[in-house]
């Protein structure tokens, strides 16, 4: 597509329900960020996908949270037993190479709502 | 990524050229400078980036000091639809992929657009 594309745009979920969030990248690019942010703050970096490498995970906040990379393109994030602390904007982009030489395109995101 | 430095704010009038300054002075050589602003309600967009040389594009130049210990976003004429968070960044060529090569957002310029 012309874009990084995320799917829901809104979600409202109540609180200790799952959710799930799509990203769908823009064509051959290898490179898939998931970041979320807070009202008012900057963005928090979640999990990172490479091509065929295994993601690299270290920004997850708590093992509620789980992401997958189906084909090395689309992207679903997964939260379980959602929390209040969780409501935020969550946020993909994707680049060319590992390194964003070329720059990394985001998505509009996904705005989360725990209730 | 190695730290940024920006203002907080920063305001200007409408149609005139804005100078958004960054410094960044433990740049290793192999860090590239990135920009990007986020518009109200949307997700980050990217701007410009640059290693050594002055860069430009449509949206914007890029301006590196020749130590490039500090760069400058410039915007040629200012426009209301300019007025967003600008961020600068740093990005590391070298990086093998990673949750540590993730684009590190700090607090960027917060850019008011007076008409």
């Known amino acids: 597509g012309a874009g990084v594309s995320q799917s829901p745009s809104n979600k409202v979920t109540e609180k200790g329900k799952d959710v799930e969030l799509r990203c769908d990248p823009i064509?051959?690019?290898?490179?898939l960020y998931w970041y979320r942010q807070s009202l008012g703050q900057g963005l928090e970096f979640l999990i990172y996908?490479?091509?065929?490498?295994?993601?690299?995970k270290s920004g997850l906040p708590s093992d509620r949270f789980s992401a997958e990379r189906t084909g090395g393109s689309v992207s679903t994030l997964t939260i379980q037993r959602t929390q209040q602390e969780d409501s935020a904007v969550y946020l993909c982009?994707?680049?060319?190479?590992?390194?964003?030489?070329?720059?990394?395109?985001f998505g509009s995101g996904t705005r989360l709502t725990v209730v | 990524d190695a730290k940024t430095t920006q203002p907080n704010s920063m305001e200007s009038n409408e149609e005139e050229p804005v100078h958004l300054p960054c410094n960044h002075s433990?740049?290793?050589?192999?860090?590239?400078i990135h920009w990007y602003r986020q518009l109200p309600s949307q997700g980050p967009e990217y701007v410009i980036h640059?290693?050594?040389s002055n860069v430009n594009n449509r949206m914007a130049s890029l301006a590196i000091a020749e130590d490039r210990k500090s760069s400058t976003l410039i915007l040629h004429r200012a426009t209301l639809r300019d007025a967003a968070v600008y961020y600068c960044?740093?990005?590391?060529?070298?990086?093998?992929?990673?949750?540590?090569?993730?684009?590190?957002f700090g607090k960027g310029t917060h850019l008011i657009i007076q008409p």
């Open positions: 996908f490479q091509g065929n490498s295994a993601p690299d």
């Open positions: 064509s051959g690019h290898t490179a």
């Open positions: 433990t740049i290793s050589g192999t860090d590239y």
């Open positions: 982009a994707s680049s060319s190479n590992s390194w964003g030489a070329d720059g990394y395109t």
């Open positions: 960044i740093l990005r590391d060529k070298s990086g093998s992929g990673g949750g540590a090569d993730g684009l590190t």
């Open positions: 640059g290693l050594t």
